[in-house]
């Protein structure tokens, strides 16, 4: 038995069947999956929640509350859902970051 996570983030230019990777350790597996949307990412999280037993989503900071919430609810509350998200410095820098690089609503 392990603990299985999916680790879904945001990224213009991705493509979610290519950037994608699993690490597993034995008692922990974690999937990670780039996509472009918010579409992608409910398409995403409904192919692999069930195919490998997935316990929690983790989303990168650029989910909205909505973003997650509708995660949430395509899933029925049967699977956990968080986001990784820093304090207000470190917010700050990575809000830097994704502008830089032309991340959607910055």
């Known amino acids: 038995m392990s603990f299985n996570v999916l680790f879904i983030a945001h990224a213009p230019d991705a ?4 950037h994608r990777s699993a690490i597993d350790t034995g008692t922990y597996h974690l999937f990670s999956v780039v996509v472009r949307h918010q579409a992608e990412a409910i398409d995403v999280a409904k192919e692999i929640v069930d195919a490998r037993e997935i316990d929690t ?3 990168c900071p650029g989910f909205t509350h909505t973003d997650v919430a509708e995660i949430y609810h395509a899933f029925g509350g049967r699977v956990g859902v968080a986001v990784a998200r820093g304090d207000g410095p470190g917010n700050a820098i990575s809000a830097r970051a994704r502008k830089r690089e032309g991340y959607a609503g910055h």
């Open 57 to 59: 989503i983790l989303l």
């Open 15 to 18: 493509d979610k069947q290519t």
